[in-house]
T-cell receptor
Framework: NAGVTQTPKFQVLKTGQSMTLQCAQD?????MSWYRQDPGMGLRLIHY???????DQGEVPNGYNVSRSTTEDFPLRLLSAAPSQTSVYFC??????????????FGSGTRLTVV | SQQGEEDPQALSIQEGENATMNCSYK?????LQWYRQNSGRGLVHLIL?????REKHSGRLRVTLDTSKKSSSLLITASRAADTASYFC???????????FGKGTRLHILP
């Protein structure tokens, strides 16, 4: 099993550009989330999904869109990149609501720099 | 605002000693989870404790939960160099499906 796969691993964007961070899992997990990690801030929840077709906002959703058309994929779209979105982005998935039983499985992250 | 707050922010101990990290949170929870993150890597789930549990063990890990004080502790016994990492608590609220992380404790095991 590949687990949670995030692409790309590294990306440099110019201010104002848009892009999509990809996240795919092959574990048939219903629950998926996107987090950003900044120095000294821990992980902050951007958006999450409890199943295909269902998404909701997290702590810091502004400037990001998500969609969940399939169980496997949960892409994160930056609408108009800003330097404040420079961060490491993690996608995570779980088989149970709220990570009950086994917790969340994390991808290896996408390091994004906006210049 | 973040739900969990770990304490201390950083901890250095000698190999073989026990390491204790604490997590405080603000609202009622369904469960609390601890994760480890090695430098430059994704997070790895360590252990989960439900709101109706008070203590849980997994290998060298011991987690306690005190819902009256809204706090949890993670004890790593007989620490090893490989335990050097950042440790995060994450809380699952009983109001929604969010999992909210704290800022983490950086643990450094000295040889």
């Amino acid at each position: 099993n590949a687990g949670v796969t995030q692409t790309p691993k590294f990306q440099v964007l110019k201010t104002g550009q848009s892009m999509t961070l990809q996240c795919a899992q092959d574990m048939n997990h219903e629950y998926m989330s996107w987090y950003r990690q900044d120095p000294g801030m821990g992980l902050r929840l951007i958006h999450y999904s409890v199943g295909a077709g269902i998404t909701d906002q997290g702590e810091v959703p502004n400037g990001y869109n998500v969609s969940r058309s399939t169980t496997e994929d949960f892409p994160l779209r930056l609408l108009s990149a800003a330097p404040s979105q420079t961060s490491v982005y993690f996608c995570a998935s779980s088989s149970h609501r709220q990570g009950a039983v086994y917790g969340y499985t994390f991808g290896s992250g996408t390091r994004l720099t906006v210049v | 605002s973040q739900q969990g707050e770990e304490d201390p922010q950083a901890l250095s101990i000698q190999e073989g000693e026990n390491a204790t990290m604490n997590c405080s949170y603000k609202t009622s929870i369904n469960n609390l989870q601890w994760y480890r993150q090695n430098s430059g890597r994704g997070l790895v789930h360590l252990i989960l404790i439900r709101s109706n549990e008070r203590e849980k063990h997994s290998g060298r890990l011991r987690v306690t939960l005190d819902t009256s004080k809204k706090s949890s502790s993670l004890l790593i016994t007989a620490s090893r160099a490989a335990d050097t990492a950042s440790y995060f608590c994450a809380t699952a609220s009983n109001r929604d499906d969010k999992i909210i992380f704290g800022k983490g404790t950086r643990l450094h095991i000295l040889p």
